[in-house]
């Protein structure tokens, strides 16, 4: 069992900056890739940033190109998600997942959200 918690949301004005962080423990040898997601209400879930740890590969949503950096510290099993140049469309509930594949199968474990609200 891999358990994954996010810390970091909250509120800030358009043109903020926010950083998350995942805190992984448990059996994480296995879970290769990490990323974040979001959901807005009403709306899908969508993939946000994803770093696959064993080809050394990043994926970012052209909606936070540029705006948006996902980084790791692998001695402390934690995920960061710094958000820059924050948008009223980026408000949403934003979790963490792991898993052992970026490209395929499910997303194994989840994290139970951080909510962040961007204000015009």
């Known amino acids: 069992q891999v358990q994954l918690v996010e810390t970091g949301g909250g509120s800030v004005q358009a043109g903020g900056s926010l950083r998350l962080s995942c805190a992984a423990s448990?059996?994480?040898?296995?879970?290769?890739?990490m990323g974040w997601f979001r959901q807005a209400p009403g709306k899908e879930r969508e993939g946000v940033a994803a770093?696959?740890?064993?080809?050394?590969?990043?994926y970012y949503a052209d909606s936070v190109k540029g705006r948006f950096t996902i980084s790791q510290d692998n001695a402390e099993n934690t995920l960061y998600l710094q958000m820059n140049s924050l948008k009223p469309d980026d408000t949403a509930m934003y979790y963490c997942?792991?898993?052992?594949?970026?490209?395929?199968?499910?997303?194994?474990?989840w994290g139970q959200g951080t909510q962040v609200t961007v204000s015009s």
């Open positions: 997942a792991a898993t052992g594949d970026c490209y395929s199968g499910p997303v194994a474990f």
């Open positions: 448990g059996a994480t040898a296995n879970t290769n890739c």
């Open positions: 770093i696959f740890f064993s080809v050394g590969r990043t």
